[in-house]
């Protein structure tokens, strides 16, 4: 059994495939599903663990059957953290997940994950959680664009970052002890 992360898949949004037509150069909805599945089960066996790290689904009236049906061909067992992007709660229990949260915090490696990174600016709300826990690193979604820095003390685990696939537990892990040793905003306002 392996641990791996994504986010931002945006299942059922056409215009992200014109916002990142670098990453995502489709011709329609059902050829971009169809590569996100691909990708997605090239590497997640049916026993691994999925987290999903915001907006797995990016559409305001979602087709259920479709999304539910997207969700069901997906390997693993998933949980999500809810992004900005993400419908109700019911429709992803529908789709077999596991777990629906606002965030996971894992204080044994001091690991927070959640959907925006903690920014002042774009992420106030996650900037407060990231301040009362001071976690070790942040891993997010969200930022879609290549051209971004990595935020210090943060991993952004977005699909449109990772060739489209989710990322192995272990970069998480490789991450940590340089992430820790950054001085991230949430560290300099107490």
């Known amino acids: ?20 037509g670098a990453t995502r150069p489709f011709k329609d909805l059902d050829e971009m599903h169809a590569e996100l ?37 997906l390997n693993g067992r998933k949980r999500l953290v809810r992004g900005n992007h993400d419908p109700d709660t019911e429709l992803f229990m529908e789709g077999g997940f596991v777990d629906v949260v606002d965030h996971v915090w894992m204080p ?52 449109d970052r990772w060739s489209l696939g989710p990322v192995p537990w272990q970069v998480v892990l490789n991450r940590l002890p340089v992430a820790a040793q950054e001085a991230p905003s949430w560290a300099l306002q107490k």
């Open 1 to 20: 059994m392996s641990h791996w992360l994504t986010s931002d898949t945006h299942f059922g949004h056409f215009n992200i495939m014109k916002y990142c």
């Open 37 to 73: 599945i691909a990708r997605w089960n090239a590497c997640i066996e049916a026993d691994d663990e999925v987290t999903i790290v915001g907006d797995m689904i990016a559409t305001r009236q979602p087709d259920r059957r479709l999304m539910i049906g997207i969700m069901q061909m």
């Open 108 to 159: 044994e490696t001091k690991i927070l994950i959640i959907h925006k990174a903690p920014d002042p600016k774009w992420g106030p709300a996650e900037l407060r959680i990231a301040q009362a826990l001071q976690p070790a690193m942040v891993v997010h979604g969200h930022d879609h664009r290549h051209e971004t820095p990595e935020h210090l003390g943060c991993l952004n685990v977005c699909a």
